[in-house]
T-cell receptor
Framework: GDSVTQTEGQVTVSESKSLIINCTYSATSIGYPNLFWYVRYPGEGLQLLLKVITAGQKGSSRGFEATYNKEATSFHLQKASVQESDSAVYYCALSASNTNKVVFGTGTRLQVLP | EAAVTQSPRSKVAVTGGKVTLSCHQTNNHDYMYWYRQDTGHGLRLIHYSYVADSTEKGDIPDGYKASRPSQENFSLILELASLSQTAVYFC??????????????FGPGTRLTVL
């Protein structure tokens, strides 16, 4: 089946340092999945951070970026300089076109130290 | 104001008891979803609905029922709660996006503990 893998359960970074959260996917039933990053701040629901629906393209939002790498089946999330307010849980996800079904990764908790 | 709300926000239930989790959305969305999240798993789809008075099974429907009495409300029912149903439950709503993905809007979650 289709799946999303996030290898880090928790990442701790000092404020103003760079960040990368890894995400790889397997889309055996979907040729070209749509890829997303969702974020969940404390006490809130998940919200869409960014999405990319075309292989090779980059999405960006709030200083975060992710590039859809079809060859490596990866969609890593990066930020050049994190802030304490970025502390949250980040979920990588995929879906097929023409469907509302989403497959989520296990989430990576980001803690930014002041 | 939050567009997807869930109640209760946390609950402790006894094994074998009945539990009802409620979700309300003000987004005017046709689609609503119930997910659960356990440690070590991503969100997994339990049930969803695309129209009032109709529900569909998701990937892990066993042990759960769902009810969609109106466009705004979607409930998840555990008739006989079990220890394995201890988890965080998320409700979400969306439009039908067609070829383009329709963003899902999530509630804050309900932490359910079954003892």
């Amino acid at each position: 089946g289709d799946s999303v893998t996030q290898t880090e359960g928790q990442v701790t970074v000092s404020e103003s340092k760079s960040l990368i959260i890894n995400c790889t996917y397997s889309a055996t039933s979907i040729g070209y999945p749509n890829l997303f990053w969702y974020v969940r701040y404390p006490g809130e629901g998940l919200q869409l951070l960014l999405k990319v629906i075309t292989a090779g393209q980059k999405g960006s939002s709030r200083g975060f970026e992710a590039t859809y790498n079809k060859e490596a089946t990866s969609f890593h999330l990066q930020k050049a300089s994190v802030q304490e307010s970025d502390s949250a849980v980040y979920y990588c996800a995929l879906s097929a076109s023409n469907t509302n079904k989403v497959v989520f990764g296990t989430g990576t908790r980001l803690q930014v130290l002041p | 104001e939050a567009a997807v709300t869930q109640s209760p926000r946390s609950k402790v239930a006894v094994t074998g008891g009945k539990v009802t989790l409620s979700c309300h959305q003000t987004n005017n969305h046709d689609y609503m979803y119930w997910y659960r999240q356990d440690t070590g798993h991503g969100l997994r789809l339990i049930h969803y609905s695309y129209v009032a008075d109709s529900t569909e099974k998701g990937d892990i429907p066993d042990g759960y029922k769902a009810s969609r009495p109106s466009q705004e409300n979607f409930s998840l029912i555990l008739e006989l709660a079990s220890l394995s149903q201890t988890a965080v439950y998320f409700c979400a709503s969306s439009d039908w996006g067609g070829y383009n993905y329709a963003e899902q809007f999530f509630g804050p979650g309900t932490r359910l503990t079954v003892l």
